[in-house]
C-alpha cells in the first residue's frame, strides 16, 4: 500500500486545521495513515514555518529543504532514517534537530547546523564514541539525547556523562540532566 504523499499530509491538515500550510509557523504531520513514506518538494511551500514536524512515519531519507529559511525545529522522530543528511539549506537557523527512533549510526551531516543547540538522537544505532565527537564541532550546541544507542552498552547513562563531555565539552545537559562540576571534573581525567 503507497504512503501518504507529503502533499495529501499538507491538503489534510489545512482542512483540520483551517490554516494555510504556507503562512503557518508550526505544522504537523505527525503519524499519517498510511505513513509518509519520502519527504517530498510539497514541503518547500512550508515557507513561514519554524517548527515542523514529520515524526512516527516511515520516512528514510531526509531532503533539502532550500525554501525553510525560517525553521528552528525539525523533527523526524520515530520514522526510518538511515543518514543525516540534506540540511545545507536550513543549517544557518535550525536550532533543535530530533531524530530520535531511527536507524541513524553516524552523525555526519550535522556540520551545517550552525544555530543548533539541541540534538535529540536517542535509541538510534551509534556506537562508536568518534561519531559523538563530531557533535563537539557544533559551535552552539548544548543539549543531546543519547540515551538507547549501542554506545552506552550496559552502563547506566550517568556513567556516559563524562565520556560525552570529553568529546563535546561545551554540553551543558546530557540525556536530560545538567553537567555538573563533578562530570566535567571526571571528563577532564579521561584519556
Not at 552523525?107 to 540534538?119: F, R
Not at 552552539?140 to 554506545?151: A, C, D, F, M, R
Request: glycine share 4%; with cysteine; hydrophobic share 40%.
Amino acid at each position: 500500500m503507497p504512503g501518504t504523499s507529503c502533499r495529501d499530509a499538507i491538503k489534510l491538515w489545512e482542512a483540520k486545521t483551517g490554516q494555510n500550510a504556507a503562512e503557518a509557523t508550526e505544522v504537523k504531520l505527525i503519524c499519517q495513515i498510511p505513513p509518509i513514506d519520502k519527504m517530498d518538494d510539497s514541503l518547500n511551500q512550508l515557507e513561514m514555518c519554524q517548527k515542523l514536524s514529520l515524526s512516527t512515519n516511515a520516512i528514510e531519507r531526509m531532503i533539502a529543504l532550500p525554501k525553510l529559511k525560517n525553521l528552528r525545529i525539525l523533527s523526524l522522530g520515530r520514522n526510518n532514517i538511515k543518514r543525516i543528511m540534506a540540511l545545507e539549506d536550513v543549517g544557518q537557523t535550525l536550532e533543535e534537530l530530533w531524530l530520535s527512533y531511527n536507524q541513524i549510526e553516524k552523525l555526519d551531516g550535522l556540520q551545517p547546523c550552525i544555530k543548533l543547540h539541541t540534538l535529540f538522537i536517542s535509541n538510534n544505532k551509534v556506537r562508536s564514541w568518534d561519531e559523538v565527537s563530531k557533535v563537539g564541532q557544533l559551535p552552539e550546541i548544548k543539549s543531546i539525547l543519547l540515551v538507547g544507542n549501542p554506545i552506552y552498552g550496559d552502563k547506566s547513562k550517568d556513567d556516559n556523562a563524562p565520556y560525552i563531555v570529553k568529546r563535546v565539552p561545551q554540553i551543558e545537559n546530557i540525556d536530560g540532566k545538567m553537567v555538573s562540576p563533578a562530570i566535567r571534573k571526571q571528563a577532564e581525567s579521561l584519556d
